[in-house]
C-alpha cells in the first residue's frame, strides 16, 4: 500500500531492504559452512580439473577440446604456489589469458575453492581487465559451470560464485587500495609505464591482510616496473624470451620465447610474419616485443633492423687502407665510452666500447639488460679502474689500436666540445675535430640517414659485433615535424653509445668528396 508520508515510505522502503539482506545473509553463511577439502598437490588438481572439466569456447579453432594447462605453465603455477611474488615472462598468443582464466575458476568453482576466497586481475587498461572477465565467463558457459554469477557493471565487472568473488579492477593509482584479496593476478605489467608504481604498489599492500599472493603474466616489453620484477631474487619468475637481436627467421628463438610453438601458437603464423616485416621494418619492433618477448617497446622506430647489420658481417675484413675518420661519444659514470673508425676506400668498420669497472660488470649488465659479459670476451668491450672511463687514456688506446692511421676526420657529439678538446690534449691526439649535436635534428637527419645508407646498401664490412646490434636493438628514433630522424637517447632503452659514435662515422663519411669515398660512394644520396 502506498504511503502519503515520504517519511514513513521511506522507513518502509528500509525496512525491505534489511529483510532482503537478512535473507541474503542467511544463504551465503549457509553455503559458506560447505567444508571444501583443501588439496594435497593443488596445481596438479587443478591441471587435472581443467583437463576434465573445462572446455575451450566457441571462436576458438579447438573449441569443445579439453582446456589443460600446457606443461609451462603447470611448472610456473608449481615453483610460484607459495611465492608472495611470482612472474610469468613469455610472448603473447601462448594461452596467457586462458592460464589467468583456468585459476580464477579453479579457486571459484573447482578444487581449489574456499569460504570466502576473494581475488582479483588487473591489467594495463580498462579494455584488456574487461577482455579477461569475458574470457573467463566464455570459458566457464562452454565448460556448463553452474553456481556463477557474471557481472558486466560497473565496468570492467566482477564474477561471483557461492564460495568467492573475482573483482575486475580499473587499472587507476587507488586500484586495490581498500580491498582485501587472496590472489591477485596483474596482466601485461611489462606494457605498464613508470606512473603505475602506484598501482603495483596499492595491488601488492591489498594481499597483506590475508597473506596473499600477487601474479604476473605478461610480455617483458620495456617498463622499467617489470624490469625490476625479473631481476628481484625474492620474486619467482619463468622467463621465455628469445636472444637479445637475434634475427627475425631464427625458429630456435621462435621457441625460446614461444613455450606452445606448434601447439598453441602456430609457426605457420611465425614465417608469415617474419615474410611481411621484411616489406614492413617498421613492424619489427612489434614482432620482436610481442611475438619474441624482447626488451623493448612494440610501438618504438629503431634506427634500422638488426638483420640489417648482420647481412655486413664478414670473416674476413678488407684492408685498412687510405684515410680514416673517426667518430666518438664520451660517455659519465653510467654511460659508455665509445669510438667507432671508418677506411672509406674499402668499407671497413671497428668498434670500440669501454666502462669502469665499478659498479661490477655483471651489475651493469643487470641494470642494462645487456650482455656486457659476451661483449668483453668477444674483444668489444674493456674495463677501466673507476666508476668514469678516463677518455684520455681511451682516445690514446684508440690511436695505439689503430697503429699509425691517417685519421682525416673526426667528430664528437658537440654536447661537451670543451671537455672533449680537453681529452684530446691530454691524449696528445691532434686529429681534426668536428662538433656537433648529434640526435638533436639540427642536421636533417644527415648522419642517421648516412649511416642507414650504408647498412642497408651493404656498403660497410665489419666482424661479427655483439656490441652494434645491442644497441640497434635498443636504439629509438624521434622524428621532428618534417619527418626528419635523430637518435633519441632520452626514450632509448639501454646504451646506444657505440651506435651514436657510427651514426658520427657515417656522417664524416657522407661529408668526404665522392672521389675519396671508394667503397662508400653513393651515401650521401
Same mark, same amino acid.
Given at each position: 500500500?502506498?504511503?502519503?508520508?515520504?517519511?514513513?515510505?521511506?522507513?518502509?522502503?528500509?525496512?525491505?531492504?534489511?529483510?532482503?539482506?537478512?535473507?541474503?545473509?542467511?544463504?551465503?553463511?549457509?553455503?559458506?559452512?560447505?567444508?571444501?577439502?583443501?588439496?594435497?598437490?593443488?596445481?596438479?588438481?587443478?591441471?587435472?580439473?581443467?583437463?576434465?572439466?573445462?572446455?575451450?569456447?566457441?571462436?576458438?579453432?579447438?573449441?569443445?577440446?579439453?582446456?589443460?594447462?600446457?606443461?609451462?605453465?603447470?611448472?610456473?603455477?608449481?615453483?610460484?604456489?607459495?611465492?608472495?611474488?611470482?612472474?610469468?615472462?613469455?610472448?603473447?598468443? %601462448?594461452?596467457?589469458?586462458?592460464?589467468?582464466?583456468?585459476?580464477?575458476?579453479?579457486?571459484?568453482? +573447482?578444487?581449489?575453492?574456499?569460504?570466502?576466497?576473494?581475488?582479483?586481475?588487473?591489467?594495463?587498461?580498462?579494455?584488456?581487465?574487461?577482455?579477461?572477465?569475458?574470457?573467463?565467463?566464455?570459458?566457464?558457459?562452454?565448460?556448463?559451470?553452474?553456481?556463477?554469477?557474471?557481472?558486466?557493471?560497473?565496468?570492467?565487472?566482477?564474477?561471483?560464485?557461492? #564460495?568467492?568473488?573475482?573483482?575486475?579492477?580499473?587499472?587507476?593509482?587507488?586500484?586495490?587500495?581498500?580491498?582485501?584479496?587472496?590472489?591477485?593476478?596483474?596482466?601485461?605489467?611489462?606494457?605498464?609505464?613508470?606512473?603505475?608504481?602506484?598501482?603495483?604498489?596499492?595491488?601488492? #599492500?591489498?594481499?597483506?591482510?590475508?597473506?596473499?599472493?600477487?601474479?604476473?603474466?605478461?610480455?617483458?616489453?620495456?617498463?622499467?616496473?617489470?624490469?625490476?620484477?625479473?631481476? %628481484?631474487?625474492?620474486?619467482?619468475?619463468?622467463?621465455?624470451?628469445?636472444?637479445?637481436?637475434?634475427?627475425?627467421?631464427?625458429?630456435?628463438?621462435?621457441?625460446?620465447?614461444?613455450?606452445?610453438?606448434?601447439?598453441?601458437?602456430?609457426?605457420?603464423?611465425?614465417?608469415?610474419?617474419?615474410?611481411?616485416?621484411?616489406?614492413?621494418?617498421?613492424?619489427?619492433?612489434?614482432?620482436?616485443?610481442?611475438?619474441?618477448?624482447?626488451?623493448?617497446?612494440?610501438?618504438?622506430?629503431?634506427?634500422?633492423?638488426?638483420?640489417?647489420?648482420?647481412?655486413?658481417?664478414?670473416?674476413?675484413?678488407?684492408?685498412?687502407?687510405?684515410?680514416?675518420?673517426? +667518430?666518438?661519444?664520451?660517455?659519465?659514470?653510467?654511460?659508455?665510452?665509445?669510438?667507432?673508425?671508418?677506411?672509406?676506400?674499402?668499407?671497413?668498420?671497428?668498434?670500440?666500447?669501454?666502462?669502469?669497472?665499478?659498479?661490477?660488470?655483471?651489475?651493469?649488465?643487470?641494470?642494462?639488460?645487456?650482455?656486457?659479459?659476451?661483449?668483453?670476451?668477444? +674483444?668489444?668491450?674493456?674495463?677501466?679502474?673507476?666508476?668514469?672511463?678516463?677518455?684520455?687514456?681511451?682516445?690514446?688506446?684508440?690511436?695505439?689500436?689503430?697503429?699509425?692511421?691517417?685519421?682525416?676526420?673526426?667528430?664528437?657529439?658537440?654536447?661537451?666540445?670543451?671537455?672533449?678538446?680537453?681529452?684530446?690534449?691530454?691524449?696528445?691526439?691532434?686529429?681534426?675535430?668536428?662538433?656537433?649535436?648529434?640526435?638533436?635534428?639540427?642536421?636533417?637527419?644527415?648522419?642517421?640517414?648516412?649511416?642507414?645508407?650504408?647498412?642497408?646498401?651493404?656498403?660497410?664490412?665489419?666482424?661479427? %659485433?655483439?656490441?652494434?646490434?645491442?644497441?640497434?636493438?635498443?636504439?629509438?628514433?624521434?622524428?621532428?615535424?618534417?619527418?626528419?630522424?635523430?637518435?633519441?637517447?632520452?626514450? #632509448?632503452?639501454?646504451?646506444?653509445?657505440?651506435?651514436?659514435?657510427?651514426?658520427?662515422?657515417? +656522417?664524416?663519411?657522407?661529408?668526404?668528396?665522392?672521389?675519396?669515398?671508394?667503397?662508400?660512394?653513393?651515401?650521401?644520396?
Amino acid at each position: 500500500m502506498p504511503y502519503r508520508d515520504p517519511a514513513a515510505a521511506r522507513l518502509a522502503n528500509r525496512d525491505r531492504q534489511r529483510r532482503f539482506r537478512a535473507r541474503r545473509r542467511t544463504k551465503t553463511t549457509a553455503a559458506q559452512v560447505v567444508d571444501f577439502p583443501t588439496p594435497a598437490d593443488p596445481v596438479e588438481e587443478l591441471a587435472a580439473w581443467a583437463a576434465d572439466v573445462l572446455r575451450v569456447p566457441a571462436g576458438h579453432p579447438r573449441a569443445g577440446e579439453p582446456m589443460a594447462l600446457p606443461a609451462f605453465a603447470v611448472d610456473f603455477l608449481r615453483a610460484g604456489w607459495e611465492a608472495h611474488e611470482s612472474a610469468l615472462c613469455i610472448a603473447r598468443k %601462448n594461452a596467457k589469458s586462458a592460464i589467468c582464466a583456468v585459476l580464477a575458476l579453479g579457486f571459484l568453482a +573447482g578444487p581449489l575453492r574456499r569460504p570466502g576466497w576473494r581475488g582479483a586481475v588487473a591489467s594495463v587498461n580498462r579494455e584488456k581487465a574487461g577482455e579477461l572477465r569475458a574470457q573467463i565467463e566464455a570459458i566457464a558457459r562452454a565448460s556448463a559451470l553452474e553456481g556463477l554469477t557474471f557481472r558486466a557493471s560497473p565496468y570492467p565487472g566482477k564474477v561471483l560464485s557461492d #564460495s568467492g568473488a573475482l573483482e575486475v579492477l580499473s587499472s587507476d593509482r587507488s586500484a586495490g587500495h581498500s580491498s582485501s584479496f587472496d590472489l591477485v593476478i596483474v596482466d601485461e605489467t611489462g606494457l605498464m609505464p613508470e606512473r603505475s608504481r602506484d598501482l603495483l604498489a596499492g595491488l601488492r #599492500s591489498s594481499v597483506s591482510a590475508k597473506g596473499g599472493r600477487t601474479m604476473h603474466i605478461s610480455v617483458r616489453g620495456d617498463s622499467p616496473l617489470y624490469a625490476e620484477i625479473l631481476h %628481484n631474487p625474492a620474486v619467482v619468475t619463468r622467463t621465455y624470451e628469445a636472444p637479445a637481436g637475434c634475427r627475425l627467421d631464427d625458429e630456435d628463438a621462435w621457441r625460446a620465447a614461444n613455450p606452445g610453438l606448434g601447439t598453441i601458437k602456430s609457426a605457420s603464423y611465425m614465417r608469415a610474419e617474419v615474410r611481411r616485416i621484411r616489406g614492413a621494418p617498421g613492424d619489427e619492433p612489434s614482432f620482436r616485443a610481442y611475438d619474441l618477448n624482447q626488451s623493448l617497446s612494440p610501438t618504438r622506430e629503431m634506427v634500422c633492423s638488426p638483420d640489417d647489420l648482420r647481412a655486413c658481417f664478414v670473416e674476413e675484413l678488407p684492408p685498412r687502407s687510405g684515410p680514416c675518420v673517426l +667518430g666518438f661519444d664520451c660517455g659519465e659514470a653510467t654511460s659508455a665510452t665509445a669510438a667507432a673508425v671508418a677506411w672509406p676506400e674499402t668499407g671497413r668498420l671497428e668498434t670500440w666500447m669501454a666502462y669502469g669497472d665499478v659498479p661490477p660488470i655483471a651489475e651493469r649488465a643487470k641494470r642494462d639488460d645487456a650482455p656486457y659479459g659476451q661483449m668483453i670476451q668477444r +674483444g668489444e668491450l674493456r674495463l677501466y679502474p673507476g666508476r668514469v672511463v678516463p677518455v684520455a687514456g681511451f682516445l690514446s688506446d684508440v690511436e695505439a689500436e689503430l697503429g699509425g692511421c691517417r685519421v682525416v676526420k673526426a667528430a664528437a657529439d658537440g654536447y661537451k666540445d670543451s671537455e672533449v678538446r680537453d681529452y684530446l690534449d691530454r691524449a696528445a691526439v691532434r686529429w681534426p675535430i668536428q662538433f656537433r649535436r648529434v640526435g638533436a635534428g639540427k642536421d636533417g637527419g644527415a648522419d642517421v640517414r648516412a649511416f642507414q645508407r650504408l647498412i642497408l646498401d651493404r656498403r660497410i664490412a665489419l666482424r661479427p %659485433n655483439l656490441s652494434l646490434v645491442a644497441a640497434i636493438t635498443k636504439s629509438t628514433l624521434r622524428r621532428d615535424a618534417n619527418g626528419n630522424p635523430a637518435l633519441d637517447r632520452a626514450t #632509448s632503452r639501454g646504451r646506444i653509445d657505440v651506435l651514436s659514435a657510427v651514426v658520427i662515422a657515417a +656522417g664524416l663519411v657522407a661529408r668526404m668528396p665522392k672521389r675519396s669515398r671508394g667503397a662508400f660512394i653513393g651515401v650521401a644520396g
